[in-house]
């Protein structure tokens, strides 16, 4: 992988570094949930894959509604996935979309998260193969936290 990518030190399936192999897995798995997105209002489609630290890998796409309030991004739908399939150590996530850079989860993704691994890795890829990977940390800098929370 391009951009960053290599290299990058997720903990992920039993605790070993996120290998570049499984980088591109999570990117591919975003790019063909993206071609499953429900974007009838934007035409923007958008794919994402989360790892969870015993290997799985959840892939979702977004989903609009008419009431644009209601849509939920490809990022939220994937954790939210893992999480209602009983994953909730979740090392890295993928995101995929036709832009003419690497795509940036929004602040309510990336808020999302935080809230299952503050070290997160975070691969952003566009359709043209440029590729990006920041720790969730860096694109999060002050998470919202609940009174005590850790």
Do not use: W
């Not at 035409?43 to 290997?55: K, M, Q, R, S, W």
């Not at 359709?127 to 694109?139: C, I, N």
Request: some cysteine; hydrophobic content about 45%.
């Amino acid at each position: 992988m391009a951009d960053g990518t290599k290299g990058a030190r997720a903990e992920a399936g039993g605790g070993a570094p996120l290998t570049e192999s499984m980088a591109a897995r999570l990117v591919e798995a975003a790019r063909r949930a993206r071609e499953h997105a429900y974007v009838p209002y934007s035409h923007f489609p958008v794919g994402a894959a989360v790892l969870a630290a015993d290997g799985t890998i959840f892939a979702a796409s977004n989903v609009e509604n008419a009431s644009f309030g209601l849509t939920i991004c490809a990022e939220r739908a994937a954790i939210f996935k893992a999480v209602s399939e009983g994953r909730r150590d979740l090392v890295a996530i993928a995101v995929v979309a036709d832009t003419s850079g690497p795509p940036r989860p929004c602040g309510a993704c990336r808020q999302v998260m935080d809230e299952f691994n503050p070290a997160m890795t975070v691969i952003m890829a566009n359709l043209r193969g440029q590729v990006e990977t920041l720790p969730l940390a860096e694109m999060l800098a002050r998470p919202f936290r609940l009174e005590g929370q850790v």
